[in-house]
């Protein structure tokens, strides 16, 4: 199993652009999130899913949004992005338990 | 509402040495507590989790912690600190009741090791 997985790992993007982040899972987990690290800090819960078909926000979602079509894929949207969203991101997935396994994150700057 | 703080934000130990790393938690019911680790520029990896068994929980690389509801407290400890255990340590609990069951960080503690 490659676990979770998350492209691309760094990506520089100018204000007012848009990207995606990928993020896959071959675990078949339900639950999947999204986090974000900011220098120093722990991580922030964005967006979360418990579910194909079934997102919700988390304590930070401004300035984002998700899909969930299937069990494997969990992408991040970002529209208009802003130096607020420079940050690291990474990716989670569990099944029924609480333990959460981890991507290896995508570096985002901002400019 | 569930939270946990980690009470240094910077430990330094020489190697050999024992690591002592501070946890307390607060939990409106039973909680299940974990310690994750970053390596720099790295992802995060999990180092134990306590789900109410054993309240002593062994994890990888030799580290272990203890879980003590009379003090709430979960701090993470190893005998002898070796330079790869140089990283970020997070002390985390999860909110089963809300938002999916996200997990809630504390700040961090970076550890040091001198040789």
């Known amino acids: 199993n490659a676990g979770v997985t998350q492209t691309p790992k760094f990506r520089i993007l100018k204000i007012g652009q848009s990207m995606t982040l990928q993020c896959t899972q071959d675990?078949?987990?339900?639950?999947m999130y999204w986090y974000r690290q900011d220098p120093g800090m722990g991580l922030k819960l964005i967006y979360y899913?418990?579910?194909?078909?079934?997102?919700d926000k988390g304590e930070v979602p401004n300035g984002y949004n998700v899909s969930r079509s299937t069990t494997e894929d969990f992408p991040l949207r970002l529209e208009l992005a802003a130096p607020s969203q420079t940050s690291v991101y990474f990716c989670?997935?569990?099944?029924?338990?609480?333990?959460?396994?981890f991507g290896p994150g995508t570096r985002l700057t901002v400019l | 509402a569930q939270s946990v703080t980690q009470l240094d934000s910077h430990v330094s130990v020489s190697e050999g040495t024992p690591v002592l790393l501070r946890c307390n938690y607060s939990s409106s019911y039973s909680p299940s507590l974990f310690w994750y680790v970053q390596h720099p520029n790295k992802g995060l990896q999990l180092l134990l989790k306590y789900t109410s068994a054993a309240t002593l929980v062994k994890g990888i690389n030799g580290f272990e912690a203890e879980f003590k509801k009379s003090e709430t407290s979960f701090h993470l400890t190893k005998p002898s600190a070796h330079m790869s255990d140089a990283a970020e340590y997070f002390c985390?609990?999860?909110?089963?009741?809300?938002?999916?069951?996200?997990?809630?960080f504390g700040q961090g503690t970076e550890l040091s090791v001198k040789p």
């Open positions: 989670a997935s569990r099944r029924a338990t609480d333990t959460q396994y």
């Open positions: 675990m078949n987990h339900n639950y």
């Open positions: 899913s418990v579910g194909a078909g079934i997102t």
């Open positions: 985390v609990v999860s909110d089963r009741e809300n938002q999916g069951g996200k997990l809630i």
